[in-house]
């Protein structure tokens, strides 16, 4: 019976996807169709080798990724199962057409990819309810796109999968430190499920004109092994569509989404004070995204904190901006602050900022300063408050992923810093 979909994503290589091709032969007798979801153009060898199946599509992928398109073409599907494979993906040569077996129970055969001591478990044969449940995300909601499949798995109890190794081989794919570092990351995202009802987490989002980068950061405090007990954001006035993106998280329970003027970052989160109800308060710009664990691990670091310390931070992952990706840079350390002294001379920006609710409150918020109207380094004079009447705790722990961009305010301001620390000195 011809009941598998194969859907191949994201294959840059042309060798490599004619050998992903050619080992779908071993299941021919189940194939109904073959879908190649491409960025770059299919060479017209590859498409004239592939003659040795009739029902094979080639559908370029166009604006914020493959996710869109997925859940389009998995919509129209009438066989019951998908079989994906994906980048340097390819079938067994031990595979046999009745290997492909999903128990009743279950609802995802799913296999493993090993890179050095890193495990990272991908979905292979899904039951098409399912997926037409259980939408994939698009390029502007994931941190990179090889997270497009193990963020969909981790949205899979783990009782309704059935794991099966050999079944996949992978070719050989780069070792580099970028992609080292992405598996690291995409490792995360099948860790088990926790709930600690203490301390509790608000996470709080100021976005203006950021329609390129705010669902990633959005969609990073929802795909957490632990959740946040509330995600605040606020709509700065943007121009772009930011808004309108939002409004399709804003359940009123966990996520609340509110509009306002353009006044500044410090103005905008000090309207989101108010509807705080937990007992830290995790600030997360905009262009920027959370690691799958950052709740768990926070909350860990945050279960034996001295009553006196107002700011809990750690280190920040940093990366580049490119066209259609993004390129790890490096780990920033952070290192103790003990005071005015050394919070000013920190080499970069203090973070995670993870913030006792009860003080911020008592010490009135973001100030809004007289420099730029507010709008810049709202992050340095909180900080700058706090320190003068309570303690700072550093915890080597990284979850925050600072992204690096042409749009970023505070790198197109780099030459107001020295001009605001005068300030700031003075008062």
């Keep these: 019976m011809k009941d598998i979909t ?9 060798a490599i996807l004619y050998k ?22 299919i060479p017209l060898n590859v498409i004239d080798e592939c003659e040795w199946f009739v029902e094979i599509k080639f559908i370029t992928i166009e604006g914020n990724g493959p996710g869109h398109l997925l859940n389009d073409t998995i919509y129209k599907l009438t066989t019951p199962y998908v079989l994906f494979l994906h980048d340097t993906d390819y079938l067994s040569q031990t595979i046999q057409p009745d290997s492909l077996q999903i128990p009743k129970g279950k609802t995802v055969l799913t296999t493993s990819y090993h890179s050095r001591n890193i495990v990272i478990y991908r979905p292979l044969l899904v039951l098409v309810p399912l997926l037409k449940k259980e939408k994939f995300l698009s390029n502007l909601q994931l941190p990179f796109k090889e997270a497009l499949f193990p963020a969909w798995l981790g949205n899979v109890a783990s009782s309704h999968q059935l794991i099966k190794d050999n ?4 070719a050989w794919k780069s070792s580099s430190a970028n992609t080292s570092e992405k598996e690291k990351i995409t490792q995360k995202y099948q860790l088990a499920e926790t709930k600690t009802k203490h301390p509790s987490i608000s996470v709080l989002i100021s976005t203006y004109n950021m329609k390129d980068y705010v669902e990633t950061a959005v969609v ?8 946040f007990e509330q995600v605040l954001i606020i709509d700065d006035g943007s121009t772009d569509r930011s808004y309108q993106q939002l409004q ?9 989404v509110f509009k306002k003027e353009n006044q500044g970052k410090a103005s905008a989160l000090n309207e989101l004070l108010p509807h705080v109800e937990s007992e830290f308060i995790l600030e997360l710009d905009a262009d920027d995204w959370l690691d799958p664990d950052a709740c768990s691990v926070i ?21 580049k901006q490119l066209a259609d990706d993004v390129l ?17 001379a920190y080499r970069f920006p203090l973070g995670p900022r993870i913030y006792r609710t009860s ?31 309570s303690r700072f705790r550093y915890h080597d722990f990284t979850v925050y992923n600072v992204r690096e961009h042409s749009q970023s305010i505070t790198k197109n301001n780099d030459a107001k810093w020295k001009e605001f620390i005068k300030i700031l000195k003075s008062n």
């Design 20 to 41: 992903a091709l050619n080992s779908l032969k071993r299941i021919n007798s189940r194939l109904n169709s073959i879908v190649v979801l491409h960025e770059q153009e």
């Design 6 to 14: 194969a859907i191949l994503v994201h294959y840059s290589d042309k």
């Design 167 to 170: 079944f996949v081989k992978q």
């Design 359 to 389: 003080i911020f409150k008592k010490e009135g918020g973001f100030p809004v300063i007289e420099f730029e109207n507010g709008r810049l380094y709202e992050d340095v004079s909180v900080l700058n408050r706090l320190i003068k009447n």
């Design 220 to 227: 990073s405090c929802l795909l957490q092994n632990e959740q």
């Design 248 to 256: 399709q998280w804003d359940n009123r329970k966990q996520v609340k």
């Design 328 to 344: 790890f840079k490096g780990i920033a350390k952070g290192v103790a602050v003990n005071g005015t002294t050394d919070l000013l």
């Design 299 to 319: 909350k860990g670091c945050l279960s034996d904190l001295p009553e006196d310390i107002s700011v809990l931070y750690g280190n920040l992952r940093k990366w």
